[in-house]
């Protein structure tokens, strides 16, 4: 008797605690799905999409709306840990191209930032591809048709140079910010740009002799991700695209 009546305590003692479980997820949705109502509506949907929870290893443990990652907890100020991915897309004359993001971007709207920044989805099967960063790769070949315009038979998933992965976190304007696992992807090669006005507001190439002029000169801020590349390992990688081979590390992850 008395190991029934622990077992039925245990039992009830689990259900409550999925019960909060639950209810906290559900709370913390509703008021991430709050937070978009006053946004683009094409953008809002976006936010639906599952991105994919890891660990600080990169260990997929799950699955989580675009909402629900970029949402700043107001309690705790954290963000949940994801998967991303950042091209930098450079043509045959080594010129590098960036974007301004549109100002119906939820997250760091009207900002200067490399060629392509997203995430693998969870929702698409082959994009949870782990080997050889396939899923990244599939993503980046998606995101670059969607926000660009490239056709996707100009550019395939093995045409991009896999060199690390960073991790890092900001609070963005307090209430959409960014925490992510993001793979940096180089790209050479020239492509048909038509942008997509809902994400993109400008796209131009940039020398490498003029990058320090061009960036004092923005007249909008930089995304936190592309400032952080630029001042600890872009200048080096550009200096080196023909060896770009010297300075992979898939191993480690770095933490800024």
């Given at each position: 008797?008395?190991?029934?009546?622990?077992?039925?305590?245990?039992?009830?003692?689990?259900?409550?605690?999925?019960?909060?479980?639950?209810?906290?997820?559900?709370?913390?949705?509703?008021?991430?799905?709050?937070?978009?109502?006053?946004?683009?509506?094409?953008?809002?949907?976006?936010?639906?999409?599952?991105?994919?929870?890891?660990?600080?290893?990169?260990?997929?443990?799950?699955?989580?709306?675009?909402?629900?990652?970029?949402?700043?907890?107001?309690?705790?100020?954290?963000?949940?840990?994801?998967?991303?991915?950042?091209?930098?897309?450079?043509?045959?004359?080594?010129?590098?191209?960036?974007?301004?993001?549109?100002?119906?971007?939820?997250?760091?709207?009207?900002?200067?930032?490399?060629?392509?920044?997203?995430?693998?989805?969870?929702?698409?099967?082959?994009?949870?591809?782990?080997?050889?960063?396939?899923?990244?790769?599939?993503?980046?070949?998606?995101?670059?048709?969607?926000?660009?315009?490239?056709?996707?038979?100009?550019?395939?998933?093995?045409?991009?140079?896999?060199?690390?992965?960073?991790?890092?976190?900001?609070?963005?304007?307090?209430?959409?910010?960014?925490?992510?696992?993001?793979?940096?992807?180089?790209?050479?090669?020239?492509?048909?740009?038509?942008?997509?006005?809902?994400?993109?507001?400008?796209?131009?190439?940039?020398?490498?002799?003029?990058?320090?002029?061009v960036v004092s000169k923005f007249?909008?801020?930089?995304?936190?991700?592309?400032?952080?590349i630029l001042r600890h390992r872009?200048?080096?990688?550009?200096?080196?695209?023909?060896?770009?081979?010297?300075?992979?590390?898939?191993?480690?992850?770095?933490?800024?």
């Amino acid at each position: 008797m008395l190991t029934t009546r622990f077992n039925i305590a245990a039992r009830l003692q689990l259900l409550r605690s999925y019960s909060t479980t639950i209810l906290g997820k559900q709370k913390e949705t509703a008021a991430a799905a709050a937070a978009l109502k006053s946004h683009d509506p094409l953008q809002a949907h976006a936010m639906k999409e599952q991105c994919i929870l890891v660990d600080e290893h990169d260990k997929a443990i799950g699955a989580a709306s675009k909402a629900d990652c970029h949402r700043v907890d107001p309690e705790t100020n954290s963000l949940k840990l994801h998967r991303a991915f950042s091209v930098f897309l450079f043509n045959t004359k080594g010129e590098m191209l960036i974007q301004r993001r549109s100002l119906q971007k939820i997250t760091f709207p009207d900002t200067y930032t490399n060629a392509c920044c997203s995430h693998p989805l969870h929702d698409i099967e082959q994009e949870r591809l782990e080997s050889n960063a396939q899923g990244v790769r599939l993503a980046a070949q998606r995101r670059l048709n969607y926000e660009l315009g490239i056709p996707t038979e100009e550019i395939q998933p093995e045409d991009f140079h896999y060199l690390t992965r960073i991790h890092y976190a900001h609070p963005g304007d307090g209430i959409w910010g960014e925490h992510e696992i993001d793979y940096i992807l180089f790209l050479k090669k020239d492509v048909t740009l038509k942008p997509n006005d809902n994400e993109v507001s400008e796209v131009r190439y940039l020398k490498r002799e003029e990058i320090d002029d061009v960036v004092s000169k923005f007249n909008a801020p930089m995304t936190p991700w592309f400032e952080l590349i630029l001042r600890h390992r872009l200048k080096q990688w550009w200096d080196n695209l023909h060896k770009l081979h010297k300075f992979e590390d898939l191993q480690k992850i770095e933490r800024f």
